[in-house]
């Protein structure tokens, strides 16, 4: 029997940051018609992710892929879920 490792979407996020919370909050709609978890990353938190993803949060990776900023782009994302797994 063989267990599949479950998918992790991270979203690079900030506090009192509307666009994280929306992202994140549509990314949860999605969670069940694709299986997969969600790291939420404070960038704030580290000055490398503060320099790399600070003028552009939310940006949701997979690993070390970006699937978009700002907005989550539905289309995209369900592409991408749907062509991995």
């Not at 009192?16 to 949860?28: F, K, S």
Request: proline content about 5%; glycine content about 4%.
């Amino acid at each position: 029997m063989t267990t599949e490792r479950p998918l992790i979407l991270t979203v690079y996020s900030r506090a009192y940051c509307h666009l994280c919370d929306e992202m994140i909050e549509a990314l949860q709609g999605l969670q069940g018609l694709f299986h997969f978890n969600i790291a939420v990353i404070d960038v704030d938190s580290d000055p490398e992710l503060e320099r790399r993803h600070g003028e552009t949060v939310p940006v949701l990776m997979h690993n070390e892929r970006e699937l978009c900023h700002f907005r989550l782009e539905p289309s995209i994302v369900t592409a991408y879920l749907s062509q991995i797994r």
